[in-house]
């Protein structure tokens, strides 16, 4: 049973650097094929896609958000963690972990952590 | 903004068939998967591939796809398919994943 949490501050301020952490089960990220990503959803709007680490360390990040966002994973541990920096108060949203499978897409969801930012 | 435009809302009868579509130029190249999220949930995928329904996800969903334009269809839309659809797919500037805007489904 594959499954995702995320896990981070609720709170946080404006310019501070967000940690989130992405702890996985059911799956592992040395796989061919395994990858996960971090997807974002302000309060009432779309869905974003922000970052993806491949099993091979391969990282993508979104063009607009690139500069401020840096995805790694820990096999061992079964987890892959995302910062963002300099955050703003646009930024507050339900930040979402997922696995993707290459020949499938994105096929499984975490529960998704709400972060906002105010000072 | 999304490279992937959706409908912002489209509504259905009950028991009817109703198709939701995304249109983008990547579309043209890469098939779309879909996602039904309902309020405070997760997203959860319905379609992905040429037309593939993971396991547990009705027959009555279907997916389909003509140049630049993906669809989503339900045949026989029932009251637990109220939610809102979001399609995903490559990008052509850069991104391996983006999403559509979001379609609300109301079944009346």
């Known amino acids: 049973q594959v499954t995702l949490r995320e896990s981070g501050p609720a709170l946080v301020k404006p310019t501070q650097t967000l940690t989130l952490t992405c702890t996985f089960s059911?799956?592992?990220?040395?796989?061919?094929?395994?990858?996960v990503s971090w997807i974002r959803q302000p309060p009432g709007k779309a869905l974003e896609w922000l970052a993806r680490i491949d099993w091979d360390d391969d990282k993508y990040y979104s063009t607009s958000l690139k500069t401020r966002l840096t995805i790694s994973k820990d096999t061992s541990k079964n987890q892959v963690v995302l910062t963002m920096t300099n955050m703003d108060p646009v930024d507050t949203a339900t930040y979402y972990c997922a696995r993707i499978h290459l020949n499938i897409g994105i096929d499984y969801w975490g529960q998704g952590t709400l972060v906002t930012v105010s000072s | 903004s999304s490279e992937l435009t959706q409908d912002p809302a489209v509504s259905v009868a009950l028991g009817q068939t109703v198709r939701i579509t995304c249109q983008g130029d990547s579309l043209r190249s890469y098939y779309a998967s879909w996602y039904q999220q309902k309020p405070g949930q997760a997203p959860v995928l319905v379609i992905y591939g040429k037309n593939n329904r993971p396991s547990g996800i009705p027959d009555r969903f279907s997916g389909s796809s003509s140049g630049n334009t993906a669809s989503l269809t339900i045949t026989g839309a029932q009251a637990e398919d109220e939610a809102d659809y979001y399609c995903?797919?490559?990008?052509?500037?850069?991104?391996?994943?983006?999403f559509g805007g979001g379609t609300k489904l109301t079944v009346l």
């Open positions: 059911g799956f592992s990220l040395s796989t061919s094929g395994m990858c």
């Open positions: 995903n797919s490559r990008d052509s500037s850069g991104n391996p994943l983006v």
